[in-house]
């Protein structure tokens, strides 16, 4: 090569700059380097996923007590909501609490004051339970089990076709378990920042692949 062809070669290999200079050591990676470069990838994918689990897997859809007018069979197919509001829309029922709305307590009327009232629309329901008797003759309680407003999400089911659960309602992580499903947020998180730190330890004293693995079988020895 004459001194004219070396210094142009030169001078372009200058003019490359940030990702361009890769292009030229490219050809000289070989397989091992490309396997070590190749797995920490795997694992940042696998970290962004876990980053996006909690918008998912612990979604909180409205909820509220299950009720008396669940199992009652009534003539009206009644709505969410509208079962939400008869049974905690109760001012007058034993033991209201105005701060214990929200999902977690209800007035539990008897099946025998609603076999009582006129089943055939929402309003004449409301007008019956909404009567101070039928309240005064029930109990404001917590809740044993719950409903969930699916509708939210359409008919959408899971691999099993069953109806879909996310964290939250599986496990009901509300009404005081709220701190659970936010610690077990933290937690992947926290677990993601411990393994990038030890994973930083051995990476600064494995050399290689067979080194650090007689490394992680005996750490005492290698002190």
């Known amino acids: 090569m004459s001194k004219k062809e070396e210094n142009q070669l030169i001078e372009e290999q200058q003019e490359k700059k940030g990702f361009d200079r890769v292009w030229d050591r490219l050809p000289h990676i070989s397989w091992y380097q490309f396997r070590i470069t190749t797995l920490p990838s795997v694992a940042s994918l696998v970290g962004g996923f876990m980053s996006i689990y909690p918008v998912f897997a612990q979604f909180k859809p409205q909820y509220r007590c299950q009720t008396a007018l669940d199992k009652a069979g009534l003539d009206v197919d009644l709505s969410f909501q509208e079962i939400f509001d008869l049974t905690t829309s109760t001012p007058y029922c034993q033991g209201y609490q105005s701060n214990q709305l929200g999902g977690c307590f209800f007035c539990d009327f008897s099946p025998e004051t609603i076999t ?10 409301k007008s019956c339970l909404g009567k101070r008797e039928a309240q005064e003759n029930s109990t404001w309680r917590s809740c044993e089990d719950y409903q969930y407003d699916r509708g939210t999400r359409g008919n959408e089911t899971n691999f099993r076709g069953e109806q879909w659960e996310t964290a939250v309602t599986e496990f009901t992580l509300h009404c005081g378990m709220e701190w659970f499903d936010s610690l077990s947020t933290a937690l992947g998180l926290l677990g ?14 494995c050399r290689s692949v067979r080194q650090c693995q007689k490394h992680v079988q005996n750490p005492l020895h290698n002190r």
């Open 116 to 125: 009582s009232c006129d089943s055939t629309s929402f309003s004449s329901l």
């Open 192 to 205: 993601l920042l411990g393994g990038a730190f030890l994973a930083g330890l051995y990476s600064a004293r």
